[in-house]
């Protein structure tokens, strides 16, 4: 089976635009995470989608927001970017949701704030 | 609240070494511990989970309840274990999958 992907894989953009991060998971998986990851703070988690719903959301503003299609594929969107959102975007898919499944990552986007 | 704590940021050994990774966990539910590593510029990957009991690539890790740690250990360090590796918990009993990450360890080992 092919692994997470994620697109784009680089992204440079300015202070207030926003962007939109793809992400599709494993065939089958129904459960997709994302995860922020900078060098001062680690890896932090944003949110969890499974069928379509948002299941959880991490300590982040309300300029962080999701979604997740039909079909399991998941967009995350930042609007009014900020220098602080540098960071390297991992998406994590699994089969179903909870304590009892593993996450897989896909291979991240590196977003530069400018 | 620190749910995953890794003291070292960075570790260095040579090759035939034993190594250590160490991983204390604060949680009140009922945590499954992971480790995670990262090879250089290759995706973030699953090393091994608690609950599978295995041994990959030489790696083992014991979950101690009393001590709340989940050390991840291998007897002879190789230079392709050279790798930032991650502790990691979920709540075992939860609906929600989410992760919770330690700072991460970057394990250099010289040859």
């Known amino acids: 089976k092919a692994g997470v992907t994620q697109t784009p894989r680089y992204l440079i953009k300015t202070r207030g635009q926003q962007v939109t991060l793809s992400c599709s998971p494993i065939?089958?998986?129904?459960?997709v995470s994302w995860y922020q990851q900078t060098p001062g703070q680690g890896l932090q988690f944003l949110f969890e989608?499974?069928?379509?719903?948002?299941?959880n959301k991490g300590n982040f503003p309300g300029r962080f927001s999701g979604r997740q299609f039909s079909n399991s594929r998941s967009e995350m969107n930042v609007s009014t970017l900020e220098l602080g959102d540098s960071a390297l975007y991992l998406c994590?898919?699994?089969?179903?949701?909870?304590?009892?499944?593993?996450?897989?990552f896909g291979p991240g986007t590196r977003l530069l704030v400018l | 609240a620190q749910r995953v704590t890794q003291p070292e940021k960075l570790l260095s050994v040579f090759k035939g070494a034993p190594v250590e990774l160490k991983c204390n966990y604060s949680?009140?539910?009922?945590?499954?511990l992971f480790w995670y590593v990262q090879y250089s510029r290759q995706r973030l990957q699953l090393l091994l989970r608690?609950?599978s009991r295995e041994s990959i690539k030489g790696f083992t890790a014991d979950l101690n309840k009393g001590e709340t740690s989940f050390h991840l250990k291998k007897p002879f360090a190789q230079e392709e274990d050279s790798a930032m590796y991650y502790c990691?918990?979920?709540?075992?009993?939860?609906?929600?999958?989410?992760?919770?990450f330690g700072r991460g360890t970057q394990l250099t080992v010289w040859p």
């Open positions: 994590a898919s699994s089969l179903g949701t909870g304590g009892k499944e593993t996450q897989y």
């Open positions: 065939s089958g998986h129904r459960s």
């Open positions: 989608y499974f069928s379509e719903t948002q299941r």
């Open positions: 949680y009140s539910g009922s945590p499954e």
């Open positions: 608690h609950i």
């Open positions: 990691a918990l979920i709540d075992r009993g939860s609906t929600l999958g989410r992760l919770y």
